[in-house]
């Protein structure tokens, strides 16, 4: 069973502080995609990676596929009270079964204006 | 998360009874995903759906749960004779074709209360 550590569980920061939250695996991945989720709300997706060591940025957000293609990270610029919620990370299994997701447990980030 | 609708959002039903959530995907996605979401764990992995066929059912219980997605209609996740344990979030998500580099849409979820 492929499994998906997030951390830190729970992240309370000041508006305008950096900040990173991680996702660890011992499995190799497919692909590793990242979701924001909002209470009552379904996961909306923030960005896909594929290529191990793969660097993509979304405005003040940047994520990074490790080269082993079995851990990222989520960095946060100047993080803003809009970027408050629970991120998700979510790892497409290796081989013919790419299409299911494994999730982590979660970051609930919570940023003070 | 417009695009992948679910209905209804709130289900109550009573033990022994009968659920059924539906999920329409996003316009032009022809492979349909269930995931269930339990208090404080993450969201699991429960059947893959094409239009007509179960591509793969491997996390779904063997009893009392089934899944169609019918060449006409949304996707349907029916449980049978539901028990307190059935009490979840569930997800349908949905992409457009199956791969790697094919991210997976979310709908916002059917919340299932059995009393």
């Known amino acids: 069973t492929q499994l998906l550590e997030q951390s830190p569980q729970f992240l309370s920061i000041q508006e305008g502080e950096n900040l990173t939250v991680y996702c660890n695996s011992s499995?190799?991945?497919?692909?590793l995609q990242w979701y924001r989720q909002e209470p009552g709300e379904g996961p909306v997706l923030l960005v896909t990676?594929?290529?191990?060591?793969e660097v993509k940025k979304l405005k003040r957000l940047t994520f990074q596929f490790g080269d082993a293609r079995k851990d990222s990270s989520l960095h946060i610029t100047a993080a803003q009270p809009g970027d408050t919620g629970l991120y998700l990370c979510?790892?497409?299994?290796?081989?013919?079964?790419?299409?299911?997701?494994?999730f982590g447990k979660g970051t609930l980030l919570t940023v003070n204006p | 998360n417009a695009g992948v609708m679910q209905n209804p959002r709130h289900l109550v039903r009573r033990r022994g009874q009968e659920a059924r959530l539906r999920c329409s995907p996003m316009?032009?996605?022809?492979?349909v995903y269930w995931y269930r979401q339990l208090p404080e764990e993450g969201l699991k992995f429960m059947v893959y759906?094409?239009?007509?066929?179960?591509?793969?059912e491997s996390g779904m219980p063997k009893e009392r749960f089934s899944a169609e997605f019918p060449k006409e209609g949304p996707s349907i996740l029916r449980i049978q004779q539901v028990v307190r344990g059935d009490s979840a979030a569930y997800f349908c998500?949905?992409?457009?074709?199956?791969?790697?580099?094919?991210?997976?849409?979310f709908g916002d979820g059917t919340r299932l209360s059995i009393l």
């Open positions: 998500a949905s992409s457009p074709q199956q791969g790697p580099n094919q991210p997976q849409h």
């Open positions: 499995s190799v991945f497919s692909s």
């Open positions: 990676v594929v290529t191990g060591g």
């Open positions: 979510a790892g497409g299994a290796s081989g013919g079964s790419n299409y299911k997701l494994t």
């Open positions: 316009k032009g996605h022809s492979h």
């Open positions: 759906l094409q239009k007509e066929n179960i591509i793969d």
